[in-house]
């Protein structure tokens, strides 16, 4: 009555009828290194091993040993190294694997790689396949799928302590509890409908799903409800440079980067497409965007179509670092926030921008560059603004106060990755769960033990519900979904 891993069940069956196969791949990268990983599954994963290092040798599960590596066919030895023998099912991918740890040398990779080939039976794997085996013989779920495919492109640590404690499980056990409430909700529902009328049911069993649910639904709410956070520490927080032309965007990329990543004239409006460069700021990820200078009025048609493309960054960025031209904040005489907001409702107009445009759930920061023309007193006197950072782009003598300030900004936007209260990572998990949480308020807005409406209607309401959560974590599944989670693997994982 209830969904199961039935589907996943006969798809595992049906996959490795089609694929029975043991497959082999490099697991660590290729190039020249001490030591390279080659990985083999699958049912004849100990002959292989036996044809290689010889039939005289036994192995003990997960014992490294050291042997030396033969062509079956001439006994010439190619390489000696450490194998592992790991028997199904408790190995990574629940088949029985083993691994050929040997040096690092193109050609001695390249030589293994083609005795392996040469094995009958054997054939080698596409990208993804040794963890699709594992999910589809129960070794892991989706969520930890995901995680698992996110530390491997973590690039920061913020990055790797969330993605770590997905694979571990984190998501998968939180998704798991709701799914297990939900069939619970709907199970009592349908004995509801099945045994009411033989008094055998409890009357308050209405009342009791009612509330679990309501319980279930303000959870999912919240953790949907989560400002992207986890979405954000994953992909990058998108961080649009903004301003009008010749303020100093370009030159502050590439103090940011340490590098020259944008080019820097005198000519007003040299940046006409958009830049992008990724970096780390206190272990967080930073997607930084140059754009095009910011005008109300050019007769230039290819800067037009980069101040276009400059508004649609600022419009899908969660952070807009507003640059601000300090010898215009003083000719205006700005030494209040009172006078800074009466200045920006003015420079908006003049940058043909909305106030709306920078208002939340996007955070924005001004920066006033070019602080090197201002004399000793209006600095001090414009350094008094709080909502105002001050810096100078030929020097990094004053950039300490904004770094400081924009890491508190990211750790602020990101949070910090915690198992007691994992966060939403995917933005396919987040439209699934909406979803569920559609399908539990038609459910309660639908049926009510006093009117007593079409129940079997409203199960179906759970029962749907229930599918949502069973999509994300693998219970239930399509072909298209596993092919889109899996392609991001490299061949050996």
């Excluded at 088949?95 to 039976?121: M, N, R, T, W, Y």
């Excluded at 930073?286 to 600022?314: M, P, S, W």
């Excluded at 950072?389 to 400081?404: A, M, P, R, T, V």
């Excluded at 209607?457 to 994300?472: G, M, T, V, Y």
Aim: with cysteine; net charge neutral.
């Amino acid at each position: 009555m209830f969904l199961s891993r039935k589907i996943v069940v006969v798809a595992a069956r049906r996959y490795m009828s089609e694929t029975n196969a043991t497959i082999f791949a490099l697991s660590s990268a290729y190039g020249k290194s001490g030591v390279s990983v080659i990985r083999v599954s699958g049912p004849h994963t100990k002959e292989a091993l036996r044809a290689i290092v010889g039939k005289k040798y036994d192995f003990q599960a997960r014992v490294a040993y050291l042997r030396a590596l033969y062509r079956p066919e001439t006994t010439e030895m190619i390489d000696k190294g450490l194998v592992l023998w790991f028997p199904g099912p408790s190995s990574y991918t629940g088949e029985d694997c083993c691994e050929f740890q040997v040096h690092g040398s193109p050609a001695v990779i390249a030589a293994l790689l083609e005795i392996l080939g040469k094995l009958p039976g054997l054939r080698h794997a596409v990208p993804g396949e040794f963890t699709r085996r594992a999910f589809l013989n129960n070794k892991l779920d989706l969520t930890e799928v995901d995680g698992l495919a996110d530390l491997i492109h973590a690039e920061t640590e913020a990055q790797r302590k969330q993605a770590l404690m997905q694979s571990s499980g984190s998501l998968s056990r939180l998704y798991g509890n709701w799914r297990k409430v939900l069939i619970r909700c709907a199970a009592h529902l349908e004995a509801y409908i099945d045994f009411a009328e033989d008094e055998n049911i409890e009357d308050d069993v209405i009342t009791n799903l009612t509330k679990d649910l309501k319980a279930v639904r303000e959870q999912i709410s919240d953790h949907v409800n989560d400002q992207r956070r986890g979405e954000m520490l994953r992909d990058g927080v998108r961080t649009v440079i903004a301003g009008a032309p010749n303020v100093g965007k370009s030159s502050f990329l590439n103090l940011m980067c340490q590098r020259e990543v944008s080019i820097v004239t005198d000519i007003a409006g040299t940046t006409r497409d958009i830049i992008e460069s990724t970096h780390n700021f206190g272990g967080y990820p930073v997607r930084f965007t140059d754009t095009a200078g910011l005008r109300l009025t050019t007769q230039d048609q290819v800067e037009l179509e980069g101040i276009k493309r400059a508004k649609n960054c600022i419009q899908q960025a969660d952070v807009v670092i507003l640059l601000l031209d300090a010898w215009e904040l003083n000719k205006y005489q700005v030494h209040s926030k009172q006078i800074l907001d009466d200045y920006l409702k003015k420079h908006y107009q003049e940058l043909d921008l909305l106030e709306s445009t920078l208002s939340a759930p996007r955070r924005v920061q001004y920066v006033a560059n070019k602080i090197d023309l201002l004399n000793a007193e209006e600095l001090q006197i414009m350094k008094k603004i709080p909502e105002l950072i001050c810096i100078s782009c030929k020097g990094d003598g004053e950039l300490k106060q904004f770094l400081n300030t924009f890491e508190n900004l990211l750790k602020d936007l990101c949070g910090i990755p915690l198992a007691e209260a994992p966060r939403l990572s995917h933005v396919r998990y987040r439209q699934l769960l909406e979803q569920c949480v559609h399908h539990i308020n038609l459910f309660l807005n639908n049926y009510s033990p006093e009117i007593y409406k079409d129940m079997a209607i409203s199960a179906q309401k759970l029962r749907q519900a229930i599918r949502c959560i069973e999509i994300i974590t693998g219970h239930v599944s399509t072909d298209n979904i596993l092919d889109v989670v899996f392609k991001d693997f490299c061949i050996g994982k």
